[in-house]
């Protein structure tokens, strides 16, 4: 399953929900596909989970969108039993899990999942009773728009190749660097709040 497709289906159904994303190259697919103004682009791994998690925990009235790959969750996995501890419900992690670390060097080094490491099990002994792995586009399509019509929160872990790299390398820039986009969130987070 080619990760771009995925993507473009999840910035589909974004309605202005915080999203934060994790190194690689699906920033620039959501970039885009549908750059709004409540995105974090390119969060240092192994954060964007747990700033998904802080967002959501503070402000519970908005649905909150973490995007991780494999290499990035892996990296911080105690975060799924903090999730699981608090359970909010307006949590969606979708995860790209292709094997390897491909979007920080060649694609050679191959992350825990190439080996049998599970992360929906990983979520699943945390405590997280809303997780599914999907193959194809078709499951993905339906895993993703339950995880937006039902209360999390959600993990979600696509399957993907490495197929859309050489196309996507290079081919389009972020709107801002990740400072930048801190503050823009920061602003229109601000904005939001202020029309209550």
């Known amino acids: 399953m080619n990760r771009t497709d995925v993507l473009r289906y999840i910035a589909g159904l974004r309605n202005g929900d915080p999203m934060i ?9 959501i970039a885009e596909a549908k750059d709004e103004p409540l995105t974090i682009y390119n969060m240092e791994l192994p954060y964007t989970t747990p700033m998904a998690l802080g967002i959501a925990l503070g402000w519970p009235e908005r649905r909150v969108i973490a995007i991780e790959g494999d290499g990035s969750l892996l990296s911080g996995l105690g975060v799924l039993s903090t999730v699981a501890r608090y359970q909010p419900k307006n949590l969606l992690i979708f995860v790209f899990d292709n ?7 060649s694609g050679k080094a191959p992350t825990a999942t190439l080996f049998g490491t599970d992360i929906e099990q990983l979520g699943r002994a945390a405590g997280m009773k809303n997780t599914r792995t999907v193959h194809d586009l078709d499951t993905a399509k339906d895993a993703v728009n339950a995880a937006f019509a039902q209360p999390g929160p959600w993990l ?7 197929q859309d790299r050489p196309a996507e390398r290079g081919a389009h820039s972020l709107p801002m660097y990740v400072y930048e986009a801190g503050l823009v969130f920061h602003r229109a987070a601000l904005q939001e709040r202020s029309k209550k």
């Open 156 to 162: 979600v872990v696509a399957k993907v190749d490495k």
């Open 99 to 105: 094997g390897a670390y491909l979007t920080t060097g």
């Open 21 to 29: 994303i994790s190194p690689g190259l699906a920033n620039y697919t």
